[in-house]
């Protein structure tokens, strides 16, 4: 027999090894590809059957998302071991060496691990909730998402901001929306020549007409601060916390518009200089 025959037959015979191998493993293979599909779709079936349990009993949003996330992960980890106990590979063997790698995994997956934990965190203290306004991490803006790793904010210019669990539950967190109303303060100078109680009197005015002021806790106008160049007031208002930048903007218009109507002057910063002839 030549080197052709041999090679021709030992190809034969790792080709009749493999079909072998395929028939005997296709039932298992098959059944495999059958339970992930299946499976896939019962998944989805329990995870709109927990939800719609925790929508009738009225459960906060944030836990339902985090929930949501958390069992889907936990679902197809069960049935990724399902499906491959189904193809013939030993579980015990995959956990046994995925255990093994489990130090490795763990170091290499530090940060993840704190976003988790402070995902729970977060989910547990509630600090915030989805749709609240926050600052936190030197950013401002109304909350999206919490998830298992990552808080999505979506700041005033639309910008979507996803800040890490970890770091964020760590750091401080203001919330704007948590109380019903809000104070803001202005600060206005006007000069020195002018009228101060009649500006005192024109901003007391404004407040009482600003359709989004409240009067109770009542507003106050007070002198600040005697500055280089002006007389500072600090105007304090309050208004409902969902009407606090309206408010803001009205105010700071009103009080340009009437006081260049009644002649209290807005100065620009200014120095005097004497000139000491010899």
Wanted: hydrophobic share 45%.
């Amino acid at each position: 027999m030549n080197e052709k025959d041999t090679y021709i037959n030992n190809l034969q015979s790792f080709t009749d090894k493999f079909a072998d191998k395929m028939i005997s493993y296709s039932p298992n293979l098959i059944g495999a590809i059958i339970l992930l599909f299946v499976g896939i779709w019962v998944c989805r079936l329990i995870r709109k059957f927990v939800r719609r349990i925790m929508v009738r009993r009225a459960v906060d949003i944030t836990i339902q998302n985090f929930v949501n996330e958390l069992l889907r992960w936990v679902l197809y980890i069960i049935l990724g071991l399902a499906v491959i106990q189904k193809v013939g590979v030993p579980v015990s063997s995959f956990l046994g060496a995925l255990a093994a790698a489990g130090v490795a995994v763990g170091l290499a997956l530090q940060g993840s691990l704190s976003n988790f934990a402070g995902g729970i965190m977060l989910l547990i203290l509630k600090p915030f909730r989805i749709g609240d306004t926050i600052e936190a991490k030197g950013h401002i803006g109304t909350v999206e998402r919490i998830g298992m790793f990552y808080t999505t904010i979506i700041k005033f210019g639309n910008e979507k901001l996803m800040i890490p669990n970890g770091p964020l539950f760590s750091d401080n967190i203001i919330n704007y929306s948590e109380s019903e109303t809000r104070r803001d303060n202005i600060i206005v100078g006007i000069g020195y020549g002018s009228d101060l109680k009649k500006a005192k009197e024109i901003l007391y005015t404004l407040t009482k007409n600003c359709p989004t002021a409240l009067q109770d806790p009542a507003p106050a106008v007070f002198v600040n601060e005697l500055a280089d160049s002006s007389v500072n007031f600090t105007l304090r208002v309050w208004s409902k916390t969902e009407h606090y930048w309206n408010t803001h903007f009205y105010l700071i218009e009103q009080i340009k518009l009437t006081f260049d109507k009644e002649g209290i002057e807005i100065p620009f910063p200014q120095r005097d200089v004497h000139i000491i002839s010899k």
